[in-house]
């Protein structure tokens, strides 16, 4: 029986060494584990083989029953031991797949974070995501014909981004809320701050327009014909002049 000795030792080593739990590896240890229960598989199947070869040649049963017993738990250990592999293989592979959608979802969240460049009657401009939010929030209010807050909401954006590439179409859009409301003081300002501060802009002459208009619900007749005038003097080719053209005709 002393023979049998250099088994037990093997038994003894691959139940000290193999790991309690997958769970417990990083990734580099689960491979390094993965190298080392490899190896012990390859020498607890090399000993298999050594005691089907003494089995072959062993003729007293009680010594072949022991070698029997011995190459059964040999088997059952082979057998644990790669469904170790295959429990840190799949470990691994899950890490991994865990670890690159950290980083897609860490990555979109900073993009969120970042300025955005963005091209607005053909300028270039940074906006961040906290400029782009209110501006939306308050063109959705004007859009939805709330004026009264969505004035709140377009004031608010212009005192907290007075260089934003929006303050043009947000002041525009802050002097029709106001004239909605029949506010045409502050409406006469809205739109006048783009013809003076923004006369190359697109909406400049709609803004002098709506200036026009202003002064004629006040019936301020010499102020409706001076604005009107001075239209069609600073924007001749726009469509806002040819308007004012007709609008000259019915001012007495």
């Known amino acids: 029986m002393k023979r049998l000795f250099p088994i037990f030792v093997v038994l003894a080593a691959v139940s000290v060494t193999a790991p309690a ?12 584990a993965i190298l080392d229960i490899r190896t012990k598989v390859d020498s607890l199947a090399l000993v298999s083989g050594q005691l ?19 190459q059964d738990q040999l088997r059952q250990d082979i057998a644990k031991l790669r469904g170790d592999i295959e429990v840190l293989s799949n470990d ?23 300025p955005q460049k963005i091209t607005l009657d053909g300028k270039e401009a940074q906006v961040d995501p906290d400029e782009q939010k209110k501006y939306d929030a308050a063109q959705s209010l004007f859009q939805s014909g709330d004026y ?11 005192q907290s981004y007075p260089r ?37 802009n697109a909406k ?18 010499s102020a409706t014909k001076k604005i009107l005038l001075k239209l069609r003097s600073l924007y001749p080719n726009s469509t806002a002049a040819a308007t004012a053209g ?5 001012v007495k």
Request: glycine share 4%; hydrophobic share 40%; proline share 2%.
């Open 92 to 114: 691994v592979s899950d890490n991994q797949r865990r670890q690159k959608e950290f980083y897609v979802d860490l990555d979109n969240r900073l993009r969120k974070l970042e």
């Open 21 to 32: 739990h997958a769970g417990l590896f990083d990734d580099d240890e689960a491979r390094r």
């Open 246 to 250: 007709d609008r000259l005709k019915a």
């Open 164 to 200: 934003s590439i929006y303050v043009a179409g947000a002041q525009y859009a802050l002097g029709i809320a106001y004239y909605a409301q029949k506010d045409y003081k502050n409406a006469i300002s809205s739109f006048g701050i783009i013809v003076a501060d923004f006369p190359d």
């Open 148 to 158: 009264k807050n969505a004035a709140g909401a377009l004031s608010g954006f212009l």
């Open 204 to 221: 400049a002459p709609d803004a002098m327009l709506n200036i026009a208009s202003c002064y004629s619900e006040q019936k301020d007749k």
């Open 52 to 70: 089907e070869d003494k089995l072959t040649t062993k003729a007293d049963k009680t010594v072949v029953l022991d070698l029997l017993n011995q």
